[in-house]
């Protein structure tokens, strides 16, 4: 039996392009990358294609054009949104760029890589290690997250607040357009000023106005210090004391700043059994605190941290607090944070939200909103922990009863994340903070979001990708 | 007699719009604002608008659009590139920003101020320092620049070693669109995927896209301690050591690394005689260093700074250095880098260049290039100083006399121009690093930028201003 596909043009002359490496349509090897790492969204493509270089992939996308395929860009397939997943019609190319995986140049003096898109973040950061470097940008699917990815979705993590978003690291850019052209700016220049920075306009961009394949990015000294404070505060008011103390204090040195309820404590415990919080008793809110540096000074961070700490105590911005000793100790502050993600989910269905809203209006936000949902949806419960610093909470609600199944996702999941992301607007906040809005947001943005920004958001796509072919029914 | 200017219904309804203080045809009132301040560029305008707020701008947009009369913005008119002066055609209105002139809010707590387009730079600065702030950019024509100006410039100066240009500070900005639409995103959030930035397509568009009406800025803490320090060295790879150096050490308190040749102190000394160089040998080339803190440690920023330039003359980076003893030296240090543009323009007519290059290629670029220019152009003399920290270097062709006049800036100017935009292109430089391309350099641009910039750059801005009503002539 002859199990081929069915063969089209467009396939026959993309397999002469890419030849066997570059192009299948075996539904095992295809298969994998058709479902997003959550399982929440599942489509179908014509084919599997992974080009080994811009330049064959500028060939590709011509011939996407010539045929009027849609092309579905995807780096490590671990997106939150289901930007990477095409649609259900089949007839998309999933377009792989986890083949373009080189590092191409680290210089060390004037810290920066330069490296293909289909770099894993875990790869780079060890690249960056072994210059004495790092890159300071961190997330939980950094073992399969790719550097076109992040860039594509301005990735965040715990870092930003003292780095910034994946925008703010990105020096040069290399992208393959909608019609084939190839934009190269690799080439990093600290001043450059003719014209606008099309360079921002393609981070972020979710992959419709362009296939980021290949950036230079930032490097920085490595950490030579650091030290991880976990606080008891008394509510969410005294932890945005508690940053505004440590910002002035600190300034620059201060990293991270996470916050998590009591509740997620618990979950954590319960989730994890040898994970021993810092803290023995118990606080309305927990805070992590993470001051790196990279030099040692006369005075030690550790001595620098330990002034900062009393003075939060004698001023009463905290009720107990307790400093890492060692790295080993500032890993296990840390696990204690990255597993409440999981944690939660362990707790039962819910409906995760990850929104923002200006950083001095959070602690009110979540005191005010939190309430108000678990009043209009009796049963559930409203707990939100994350990344303080940013104005960025990952705020979930579970649902009333571990039984609930995808019937209740359907029905009052959606009521409840329609509900969330209406008060976030109404407090000037963002339906995505961090995750972008790929096929998950994409209804709630047309609805909630500015009527100018969607206005020029689509003028600017319909100018860059007329045809509408790159990662159609995302975004915008 | 009559004076009144020809009435067109045009006129009539924007008077009628803008009221007496928002419109004028009075070429008393008109004219200082049609030659740009350098002298170089002047145009005609069928009117001065000087609308009170936004709301007002977007109905005067909408009548220019009905109307299909241009728009020229202007801030402080303190431009270098032209960009704020009409063509000679008198179609265009002349729309002066400076009306709107309020500072709305400072948030000394998150750090922020909340302004109008038309705010002076200076007043800026006298308003965040009343909050024990700063806002960190500063330029020669801080009396007249204004925020709107700079941000649609992307205006830099000699902070952006650390603190980036205008782009870095803009956390929140409100502009009219050219279809009259108010695009108003000033609530800053610190992380926000809703898309690609419209923020950052706007910054930088040189009002060929949007009107800036207002930002939300990024202040930090005012600066506790400040140490300038003069060295001499022996090149500008010996300057770049020194960089590195400086870097390595001082990381993030490193705020400024000005460099200077000899013959500029020379040409200081002829101008300004009152001016005392720190140092008294010659050296070829003179570094400016700064470095600041806004808290005072342990040991203090003057320590470390003594230790760092211990360690950099025991290595042999610099032939000798000295350090300001107090804010008044400091202030002295700086006004001998601040002189060098106007005693060079002394020294006789000259082409002047705003060009960059990555930073690390700035020393060959100029050792390389300055004897090619000498001897293509003979009795010409090129001199290059400025931000080496930034790879942006001011890069002056001085006349072979002082008598040659404006039949040598057309003539052999404009070629000196176009062959060092060549070198530059050649080595992946910018035309352009901070002053824009306005209309000084849009041909320039057009001769020398990537098709596929350009190709993108055009795009969009027919996207977003189809009827070409902004600031046409300008930039694309």
């Known amino acids: 039996m002859d199990t081929a596909p069915p063969a089209s043009p467009f396939l026959d002359e993309a397999a002469a392009l890419l030849g066997p490496r570059g192009l299948t349509t075996d539904p095992e090897l295809v298969g994998p990358w058709l479902t997003d790492w959550r399982g929440r969204y599942s489509g179908k493509a014509c084919a599997l294609a992974s080009p080994a270089d811009a330049a064959e992939l500028s060939a590709l996308v011509r011939l996407c054009v010539d045929h009027g395929v849609p092309i579905v860009p995807q780096g490590g397939n671990s997106g939150m949104s289901g930007g990477a997943t095409p649609d259900a019609s089949g007839t998309a190319l999933l377009l792989s760029l986890r083949r373009m995986n080189a590092i191409r140049a680290i210089d060390g003096e004037a810290r920066r890589v330069t490296c293909e898109a289909g770099v894993i973040l875990q790869t780079l950061h060890e690249a960056a290690a072994a210059h004495d470097l790092r890159f300071p940008l961190t997330l939980g699917g950094k073992g399969s997250a790719t550097v076109g990815g992040l860039i594509s979705t301005n990735a965040g993590g715990s870092q930003v607040l003292r780095h910034g978003s994946m925008r703010a690291l990105v020096l040069g850019l290399e992208a393959v357009l909608a019609d084939g052209q190839i934009f190269s700016q690799l080439t990093p220049l600290k001043k450059d000023n003719r014209g606008f920075d099309l360079k921002q306009l393609l981070i972020g961009s979710e992959g419709t106005l362009g296939i980021v394949t290949a950036a230079t990015l930032r490097l920085l000294p490595a950490v030579a210090e650091r030290v991880v404070i976990w606080a008891g505060v008394s509510s969410l008011h005294a932890a945005r004391a508690l940053l505004l103390h440590c910002e002035g204090m600190e300034g620059e040195a201060l990293e991270g700043f996470e916050v ?115 009043a209009e949806f009796p049963g559930t419960e409203a707990i939100a922990f994350g990344h303080l610093g940013d104005g960025n909470v990952h705020y979930h609600v579970i649902a009333p009863s571990v039984t609930d199944g995808p019937g209740w996702q359907a029905r009052d999941g959606k009521a409840i994340s329609r509900r969330v992301h209406d008060l976030v607007t109404e407090w000037g906040g963002s339906i995505s903070a961090e995750h972008g809005i790929g096929q998950l947001k994409r209804d709630e943005l047309a609805r909630l979001g500015d009527p100018v920004a969607l206005h020029m958001l689509r003028a600017v796509k319909r100018a860059l990708d007329p045809a509408g072919l790159l990662n159609p029914g995302k975004l915008v």
């Open 260 to 374: 998590m309820p009591q509740a997620s404590i618990d979950a954590v415990r319960e989730h994890l059994p040898t994970a021993r919080p810092p803290l023995a008793g118990r606080h309305p809110w927990h805070v992590l605190v993470e001051v790196v540096s990279d030099r040692s000074g006369a005075e030690t961070l550790r001595e620098r941290c330990e002034t900062m700490m009393a003075a939060a105590l004698e001023a009463d911005l905290v009720e107990n607090a307790a400093m890492s000793a060692s790295d080993a100790q500032a890993e296990a502050f840390w696990l204690i944070r990255e597993t409440v993600p999981a944690a939660e989910r362990a707790r039962g269905p819910a409906v995760q939200h990850d929104i923002s809203v200006p950083v001095e209006a959070m602690p009110a936000f979540v005191e005010t909103t939190a309430p108000m949902i678990e």
